[in-house]
């Protein structure tokens, strides 16, 4: 058994020892914390430094990657107390980072580096940890088990998603930052009080996964996007149901097709996507972070939690994806002709250059734009003729702030996911003002 492997066994035992706060008190998991914090310190030479030192802690002999992961796990543990979390969120995410943290171990060192593979392992393992976990702290807790598990595997599985994907993101020892990220969400998650039935988790989970894992066999995704859309996928259907996630995959599947369209062109002319089209993790979520927070706020407003009439956060989420496809399309199929002209002066400018527009573009983005708009009117009762017209027009807008951003502030002051970010919030909030303006006139 190798170094790491060892460790992260370690980790992994360590993490159990969260259940000590359901089943003898928050005083007595404050001790064994404490106990396992003054070790820490103590240890600073010797076999069990070694066992437990990650590769950064030898240069200052500090097990600081075991201090910051108790303290990680205690100020979680703390937040669980003193507010409304529940102990088995915060039991189920602490398993879940030591045992998908011990998955991946073993996994990179007796099966083979494939990222799929490792990420694959993480998940599973981190998912099954994160249920046991919870199901153990709800049965210390002396709590019915039964008609929460669809709710306790929904939790677990996001939590595995989020955590895989940061773990992505971040260096390799940022358990801590991961473990306080994925508890933070599942208590906003638990708060949702999503009604889940067995047969809708399992269906989701097979969904998202199975599409996930055929956007990056197409090399329409990197691993990290591939995490992120299964992640938000899942958020998706459960939150809002089927119909707000055939608008999000429709985005994803149509905009990766553009990606490819005439790819060899535009690579020649230097503004093919980097990684061969395959779309990563900041792509997807400068393009889908705000249909994320609609679909959340969308959840929160369907219950007590948030009190906004549900219908405004649908049409936000229409709006933004509406832009998201909008600009995909405008400059995936418009890059490919040379002669774009400046937003702002009509100016003739270079392939490539950020602002840059075609005729050809702007009529691909209005066609990207309707599209959404006929998917949202067949699927939701809500979308009328008029409301349809709305998306269409707050998709066009969104492109265009999209277009002015790049060629003013792109470069100096914002990035591209920045600039993505900032036109999908003004699609949706152009769309949500327009049904809010209509609904007060009529």
Do not use: H
Not at 352 to 377: F, H, K, N, R
Not at 385 to 392: H, L, S, T
């Amino acid at each position: 058994m190798t170094a790491p492997v060892r460790r992260a066994g370690v980790f992994a035992a360590l993490s159990t020892l969260s259940l000590a706060v359901p089943l003898v008190g928050p005083q007595g998991g404050a001790v064994l914390a404490a106990i396992v914090l003054l070790g820490a310190v103590v240890v600073t030479d010797g076999p069990l430094f070694d066992l437990l030192a990650y590769p950064g802690d030898y240069e200052d002999g500090r097990l600081y990657g075991l201090i910051t992961f108790v303290l990680a796990a205690v100020a979680l543990g703390l937040v669980a107390v003193s507010s409304s979390m529940s102990l088995a969120v915060f039991v189920g995410t602490v398993f879940l980072i030591g045992y998908g943290n011990l998955a991946e171990r073993v996994t990179r060192t007796y099966v083979g580096d494939d990222d799929v593979l490792v990420v694959a392992a993480f998940c599973l393992v981190a998912t099954v940890a994160a249920v046991g976990g919870q199901i153990a702290a709800l049965a210390a807790s002396g709590l019915a088990i039964g008609p929460t598990l669809p709710t306790v595997v929904f939790l677990a599985a996001s939590g595995a998603l989020l955590a895989a994907l940061l773990r992505d993101m971040l260096l390799l020892y940022d358990d801590p930052i991961v473990m306080l990220s994925v508890g933070l969400l599942l208590w906003l998650l638990a708060e949702l009080e999503p009604a889940l039935g067995a047969a809708e988790v399992a269906a989701a989970l097979a969904v998202t996964v199975a599409l996930g894992y055929v956007s990056y066999a197409l090399e329409t995704a990197s691993v990290a996007g591939m995490l992120t859309g299964v992640f938000l996928g899942l958020l998706t259907i459960v939150l809002g149901g089927y119909g707000w996630f055939v608008v999000l995959i429709a985005f994803f599947a149509i905009g990766g097709l553009a990606t490819k369209f005439r790819y060899e062109r535009k690579a020649e002319l230097g503004v093919a996507e980097d990684n061969d089209g395959a779309r990563g993790s900041g792509n997807v979520l400068g393009n889908a972070a705000v249909a994320l927070a609609a679909v959340l706020g969308y959840a929160a407003s369907s219950t007590t939690v948030l009190a906004v009439d549900p219908i405004l956060f649908l049409f936000a989420f229409t709006g933004s994806v509406a832009t998201a496809m909008s600009d995909t399309l405008s400059s995936e199929i418009g890059s490919v002709f040379e002669t774009p002209r400046l937003i702002t002066t009509l100016e003739p400018v270079e392939p490539g250059t950020d602002g840059g527009v075609t005729w050809q573009g702007e009529l691909a983005g209005l066609v990207g734009a309707a599209l959404v708009a006929g998917i949202s009117y067949g699927l939701f009762p809500e979308v009328d003729p008029i409301g349809a017209a709305i998306i269409v027009a707050a998709g066009f807008v969104g492109m265009t702030v999209d277009s002015v951003l790049g060629a003013t502030l792109e470069g100096s002051l914002l990035g591209n996911q920045g600039v993505n970010f900032l036109a999908t919030l003004s699609g949706a909030l152009v769309c949500a003002l327009l049904v809010l303006s209509f609904a007060t006139l009529g």
